[in-house]
């Protein structure tokens, strides 16, 4: 989840509660001023109650004044009013109403009749308070408008990241602040200058060393072609070739983890494999081909079979026993299985270039065979696995994408 969704939900929680508070506060504490407020009240008119029984309506009605009351005139009841007490006798009359923050009570005795209220101002606080409340829940969601857009080149700054990690090293952020996310996003620009121009270095180093190798290279097998049969010109054709190899090698494995993207295309494992074989120095009797089920694939067909070749070659290269590899296709999986010893050291430590088995280096090879391998299907977000069971080595390519 986003820190921008982190912020919003924090807010949107906050101000559920505060509400919730609010409402639940508001009702327990009215109930409690309502039961003081009848009980205070009863205490203070009960006494001029008796004083309208005998007929002084003057200190009844200078009672009330003092008490804060305003005295009303028509005697009736405002409509809406809620009636907290009554008390009816033979000839008279207590009540005490309510209507929003009004307070107030109706004295019938005979004909006298006195209705008086005043403003609760507890009720009046608490109503206040209610508001604020949500005041504040509403000030938090600005506030959380206002550190989006605070926070909002962060999330400019993520797309940026994850453009120049997916290889477009041209991915540049548009700086409008002078604050400390300014600085960070200059940083970055700068960053990312920094690295393109080291990335054009190395493509210019790589064509310009190409070039300059090969050069000599091609001259070296013309001069060979042209030159007498002599004992050593086998010896001079063989360097020559595994030089030429090895420098195409290098250069295949500097151009792939130079880039990010490979153009892509959707063809059936078959077709890969197919592809595999027709490149690898594997025959109908040296691969025993166990296609329990085809499944589709996008990727970069040249470079993947290139990968899967490569293990091919490392297994029959390297087989022990006098009997066929085996390639398994099952639930978007390829397995190349051969025979032989356990390795020495952990697998990951055979991903690196120039990395062989000290029994295996009379073989020939350069051990950059698995580190090509492993930088093809990284640049897929492919996994390479391995495994050793029953005496048998394991390499598996599983071809469920990884997250980027």
């Not at 807010?11 to 009702?27: N, P």
């Not at 030159?227 to 420098?247: V, Y």
């Amino acid at each position: 989840m986003s820190i921008f969704w982190q912020i919003l939900w924090v807010v949107i929680l906050s101000s559920v509660t505060l509400l919730f508070i609010s409402y639940k506060s508001e009702g327990i504490t009215s109930e409690r001023l309502r039961s003081m407020r009848l009980n205070e009240t009863l205490r203070d008119i009960q006494p001029l109650y008796r004083s309208l029984i005998k007929g002084n309506i003057i200190k009844v009605k200078d009672g009330l004044i003092a008490e804060g009351y305003t005295i009303k005139t028509g005697g009736v009841i405002p409509a809406k009013s809620v009636i907290l007490h009554q008390e009816n006798g033979v000839f008279g009359e207590m009540t005490i109403w309510s209507r929003n923050t009004e307070y107030g009570i109706l004295l019938r005795y005979l004909d006298d009749i006195i209705l008086a209220s005043r403003i609760d101002t507890e009720e009046s606080d608490q109503t206040l308070i209610n508001t604020l409340l949500i005041v504040q829940a509403i000030l938090m969601f600005f506030l959380y408008a206002w550190l989006y857009m605070i926070l909002r080149p962060i999330k400019q700054l993520t797309k940026s990241l994850k453009n120049f990690q997916d290889g477009n090293y041209q991915t540049r952020i548009q700086v409008h602040s002078k604050n400390e996310l300014g600085e960070l996003a200059r940083s970055f620009n700068n960053m990312a200058e920094t690295i393109s121009e080291l990335f054009k270095s190395k493509e210019m180093l790589l064509r310009n060393a190409g070039h300059e190798l090969r050069t000599p290279i091609t001259k070296g097998k013309l001069a060979l072609e042209i030159m007498q049969d002599t004992p050593q010109k086998p010896i001079i054709q063989e360097c020559f070739l595994r030089l030429d190899t090895l420098t195409n090698h290098l250069l295949t494995l500097e151009y792939l983890q130079g880039i990010q993207n490979l153009k892509q295309e959707t063809f059936s494992m078959h077709t890969l494999l197919l592809e595999s074989l027709s490149q690898s120095f594997a025959d109908e009797e040296s691969v025993k081909l166990n296609l329990q089920n085809d499944f589709q694939i996008t990727g970069n067909l040249q470079w993947l079979s290139t990968a899967l070749k490569n293990l091919i070659d490392n297994a029959l290269k390297y087989q022990e026993a006098d009997e066929a590899i085996e390639i398994i296709l099952q639930d978007k999986t390829c397995s190349i299985l051969n025979v032989g010893k356990p390795l020495q050291k952990e697998f990951t430590f055979y991903l690196n270039p120039f990395v062989q088995e000290e029994d295996f280096k009379e073989k020939k090879g350069y051990g950059l065979g698995l580190s090509l391998v492993a930088t093809i299907l990284k640049i897929h977000h492919f996994q390479l696995q391995y495994a050793y069971q029953h005496n048998k080595h394991i390499f598996s390519i599983c071809f469920s994408s990884q997250p980027k």
